[in-house]
């Protein structure tokens, strides 16, 4: 097999290169071990929520504020937009609207009621809570409480009220997940025979926050219909994986993959290179039967870091990165992968492959190890996605940095 | 403000032996009432591996212990069923072991009483299917699985059915003695904030590892060991029934599978202090490397926690110093009475030492037989027949959460999928007064399986919101994922790493929680855990 761009991994990253290097005419082969971030988020675009610990307030002030060997410096800021904006495009034209900008950072609403700094969410979660809010959770969904929420909420001054809408009969009484109901919620008969209980919990309040689960496979189009069914605005509350709003945002990639005739294998994971000097020249991959080999002119690694499974961390403290052992800072022992509070700082979150300004993986010199490799996403040393609150905002950006390296050529 | 209770006895302690002894002495019809600093089971009984001794283990070095084990195996069999797993055991020879061991082992059990029977490698492998291809001799014994919990919930029930009371979170501060007498016991209510007075004829000492902290209250000298046991919990059982080395005691040569999850164990350390429970990850490998050398499968498994505990040893003259470093398993695992009347001129007192789980109501039965005499109490010991209540439907199956599931068609209604935890069992749990996720995970086994509470928490919080105004639900999550914290850094790597990393970008990433409710010393101290 053949490929002009080999792209290894489907989370936030991968999935916005190989749509972009399509986009530009490239062949491109995307190779996943399985789903990612996107259905492991809060269903945001996360840029820049915290620098250290503090929530910021406009993102791309506050990118100087980072430290040395952040993917950010690397990349500079005019990657950030136009990997926000180049997003913003593709999920409009995918009926997926985000709001939100770069200039400043909103808040979140969460199922536990806090208000998550981000940069863009999607159009159903999009709304503001002012006035009275009532905070509705479906009857029997267990993955919401609008209790907790609703106690939260009013610690931080909302006029938040708890209450609760009763499903219409169907046919998962006995259990359902929050999948399940966003697909029955795509049915248009389903949503007139929920809006009228919706509408009487949510009755005297300005508008109603429910859990993030109106509609998975028909883009925004469930979510206002029922808002107008109701007649009250609807918000959308991030809620615990999967996240129905990523697999909204994975869906819209992968319909507009397939339009471009990206080849897709997913549940293979890429398993090793071949090398010729100092190039990749084909990328080995899991088959049915056997491995396979692609041969391809660029590789590109959106593997993730060891929450996404692009780095293994060893018993020992050493770290390896697994499809092109590439050198990764290990700890001196696994002690140090982990603070001593849950909720604090995660020193492995950070763990990654260090790059040049071209995302070429360097050596402990600060050479190109590799001169057609390029590392995006969560892969990259540097930063911790879950503690800056900087997933999609560094995978757009690498993303857009990565498209822009790779194209500037035209496609042979 | 201090308020007065009167009784006969005070049992100080918490943990089997002294619930134990609080049952031995209700059965007895004599009044007493037992306190615990913080919850039943939060010591030594809380943090060992379930494994119910058949005493083979014992049985070519200290006779004397095996013969108690065989003897309580069989009795906690017959009055406690619904807290044991039925599950066996077995002692495997490798290839690196001495067969002469095997030849002394096969005696010792015979002459501690303990049936043991010789099978084939091929009958050894169609029991324990993952054991290692190259076991040489394997040996059968009567060793089983027991859920201290389970035990110590079931004889509290007992007790307070029968009148007498039990205080946790009740620190004993102080000793009142008028001249060789303790005239009472002076505790802390923690929950009130306020100190009792408990006035009494007769104290049992049964705190364990931390016996000699009452006698030094009491005046008495009385040096403890500790001896620290490490222990690590892997993501799924592995074996059937329980699985041995045969072989001199050493560290990791013991699997207990318990519930969903197996036990490996233990290592055998003197320590300084019995509230050291630290664990190093050097003795995590060991345990993981010596216990795949029984089950292979266990070198690329998934750890999911390491924890230890401190074993109560007593021995009648203290080693020279009484320092640390040693290795503890030359101490007799056999327990003693003290009677501080003929040993210390302290009149109405007696500690109970040594001992462990298996031997707990022999333990018990032995202290009050000597205060009852003293008393001047004629009623016998009833413990040894007297069946516990939860006691009628059999052994423990551990399908059997399952099956409740199935019978009630409960699925959605499963709030914790490892642990098969239900709403209406979080509901029934917060209906009798818990209001700490921590007490909710020992009382339904919340949090305990391979996610490590990355969906259960959050949704036990959401049900403590609905249901009460007061309190700071989340605050108590917060809580209890730093107290989950603690037991996992030893063992976080490979798909652990990655789970440790995906729950954190949830609760930190997704909900924005910041643990900003959990102050840094509590998320430093703690004295619980359990597997």
Known sequence: MRADVVVVGAGPAGLATATRLAEAGRQVLLLARGNGFTHWGAGSVDVLGRVGGEPVERPLEALDRLPEGHPYHLIGQAAVRDGLDWFSRFTAAAGLAHRGDLERNRGQVTAFGTLRPTCLVQEPAAGELSGRVAVVNFAGFRDFSSALCAQRLRRAGIDATPASAPLPAWDHDRYFTGVELARAIDDAGFRRRLAPGLARAAAGADVAVVPAVLGVGRGHEPWADLQSLVGTPLVEAAIAPPSIPGLRLFAAYRARLEQLGVRWQFGFPAVGVERDGDRVTAVRSEGASRVLATRCQELVLATGGVAGNGIEANRDGTLTERVAGLPVDGFGDRLGFLGTRFLGDQPLAAAGVRVDGELRPMDASGAPLLANVRCVGGLLAGHDPTVEGSREGVALATAARVAALLTATPAR | ?531
């Open chain 2, 1 to 531: 403000m201090t308020t007065t209770l009167e009784t006969d006895v005070v049992v100080v302690g918490g943990g089997v032996t002294g619930v134990a002894v609080l049952r031995d002495l209700a059965l007895r019809g004599v009044h007493a009432i037992l306190v615990e600093r913080f919850d039943l089971g939060t010591g030594t009984s809380g943090r060992w591996h379930g494994l119910l001794h058949s005493g083979a283990r014992y049985a070519v070095r200290d006779q004397e212990s095996a013969r108690e084990c065989i003897e309580e195996n069989t009795t906690l069999r017959r009055i406690a069923p619904h807290t044991i797993e039925d599950i066996g055991g077995l002692f495997v020879l490798l290839p690196p072991d001495d067969e002469a061991y095997a030849a002394q082992f096969v005696e010792g059990c015979r002459a501690s009483g303990i049936p043991t029977e010789e099978l084939s490698t091929a009958a050894a492998h169609r029991r324990e299917p993952l054991l290692a291809p190259d076991v040489r001799l394997a040996f059968a014994v009567p060793d089983g699985g027991i859920d201290s919990w389970a035990l110590l919930r079931s004889m509290a029930a007992d007790v307070e059915a029968r009148g007498c009371q039990v205080l946790v979170r009740h620190p004993i501060v102080g000793v009142e003695r008028t001249g060789d007498r303790i005239t009472a016991v002076r505790v802390h209510d923690a929950v009130a904030g306020q100190d009792r007075t408990i006035g009494c004829q007769w104290v049992v000492n049964a705190a364990g590892a931390w016996a000699g902290d009452v006698g030094r209250m009491a005046g008495v000298p009385l040096t403890m060991i500790a001896g620290k046991g490490v222990m690590v919990v892997m993501a799924s059982r592995y074996v059937r029934g329980v699985v041995n080395a045969c072989r001199k005691p050493a560290d990791g040569d013991i699997i207990v599978p318990q519930h969903e999850v197996a036990i490996l164990g233990t290592t055998s350390e003197q320590v300084s202090s019995a509230d050291d429970i630290s664990v190093p990850p050097a003795d995590v490998d060991r345990m993981i490397d010596m216990c795949a050398q029984m089950v292979p499968a266990i070198a690329s498994g998934r750890v999911l926690r390491a924890f230890a505990g401190s074993r109560p040893l007593y021995k009648p003259e203290a080693p020279a110093g009484g320092g640390a470093g040693g290795d503890t398993r030359e101490v007799s695992r056999t327990f003693t009475v003290l009677d501080h009347a003929s040993r210390d001129g302290l009149d109405n007192m007696f500690s109970i030492v040594g001992g462990k789980l298996t031997t707990c109501r022999q333990m018990a039965e032995a202290v009050v037989d000597r205060l009852a005499e003293r008393m001047g109490v004629t009623e016998p010991c009833r413990t040894a027949t007297e069946v516990l209540p939860g006691a009628d439907h059999g052994h423990h199956q551990v399908a059997a959460p399952l099956a409740r599931v199935e019978r009630d068609q409960a699925y959605g209604e499963l709030i914790c999928e490892c642990e098969l935890v239900t709403r209406g069992q979080v509901r029934e749990a917060v209906a009798s007064g818990l209001t700490e996720l921590e007490d909710l995970r020992r009382k339904v086994r919340l949090g305990y399986g391979p996610c490590q509470a990355a969906f259960c928490a959050w949704r036990a919080a959401g049900m403590l919101a609905e249901g009460s105004e007061e309190g700071d639900p989340v605050a108590g999550l917060e809580r209890f994922l730093e107290e989950r914290w603690r037991g996992q850094q030893s063992t976080i790597w490979g798909d652990q790493a990655r789970q440790a990393l995906l729950n954190h970008a949830i609760y930190r990433g997704i909900f924005d929680l910041r643990g900003d409710g959990v102050p840094d010393e509590a998320a430093a101290v703690s004295p619980e855990e359990g597997a």
